[in-house]
């Protein structure tokens, strides 16, 4: 088994956690920001010292690429570098600086792979400046429209297109991933919540990333004087509301063990604190791996009164995303990986959603988790143990490693 080296992954993990450092030690990196651009200086200066060659596409996507002994497609593997306001120092970035370290190891090491091998950075995962969500990567997956990306807009008036021709990291659309240019893609990213701490495992194992639905239920009755109207002549919809929270949070629980759900977002209206409210929408987000539970899910709110407390209640989609699942040999080949190098690992589905989740419908896929510690994720609390970091580097490793024989 060839393995990366621990000091030189922590050097890398401390000298990007100066990059929109915050005083509680986390950082706020946004997509393109000045911050996110001095990342994106120091890994593409760390690559051409270790002679890797850097192509950005149109979307601003970084590719360094070492060498392979033939001519065949790159094996590659990354994550995003952009965070989310006060987020930590391991959530995408762990994945590109993990790749980076493998990628020096084969360097130094001077192992010799068939394929070229590909570190790529992925513009604007978070979404946290510009929506939506892993925006690169959906766009050249097809999932997005390109013209409409590029006239998004932050809180400051400044678009995407705008952002991205001011970074210099516009590239061309023929370096874009695709499979005449690369055979496989892998992501190593934290996993965000406690399961794998909770149950003491090394790596998560990931088989897929987990459908999700997102419903606005709304329901509508009469606003009034909170002072004259006696209650049972009233109509109030968060009464109403609140009554089909507890109700779907009772039947939900029943459904399956594994299955999450969320009322994240209520609007009241009209929110005043002398009026009984008329109007609310509340947000229902539920996910799990087997599309039949998320079907169950959908059928309980397909089944909602159309009439609580006589108030209106009616439901619609926001959106949803399939189960995605990635591509089994590969997820063979990590737990082989994981138990060859004397590590515990746990199969698993990932709930959040990540660039590999689209890149998965064109490239053969899969993801490497290692543990968070406390769950803490998205807060500058995150974190996860070198040790940790250093296992999943080296499962990553060897993983590529086990490809480049493979296919
Ligand atoms: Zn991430």
Redesign the pocket.
Known sequence: MQTCNQDRLQNKITAFSHFGATPKGGITRLSLSKSALEARAEFCNRCKKLGMDIKTDDMGNIYATIKGTENLPAISMG??ID?VVQGGNY??IL?VLTALEAAETIITEKIKTRHPITVIIWTN??GARFDPAMMSSGVITGKFNRDDMMKVKDIKGISFGEALEASGYLGSASNRLSPSKQAAYLEL??E?GPVLEAEHKNIGILEGVVGMVNYEIHTVGQSDHAGTTPMKMRQDALHAASILICDLYDKLSKIDNELVFTFGRIISSPNVHTVIPDDVRFTLDARHKDPAIVQKVVDVIKNLPTEVVKCQVSSKELWARKTVNFHVPFVDIVEKNVNALGYTGKRMYSG?G??AQFVADVLPTTMIFVPSIDGH?HCEEEKTDIADCYKGANVLLNTVLDIDKAI
């Open positions: 994550s995003h965070s959530d995408g994945g995962e978070e990213h934290i965000q959040p990540h660039d994720s």
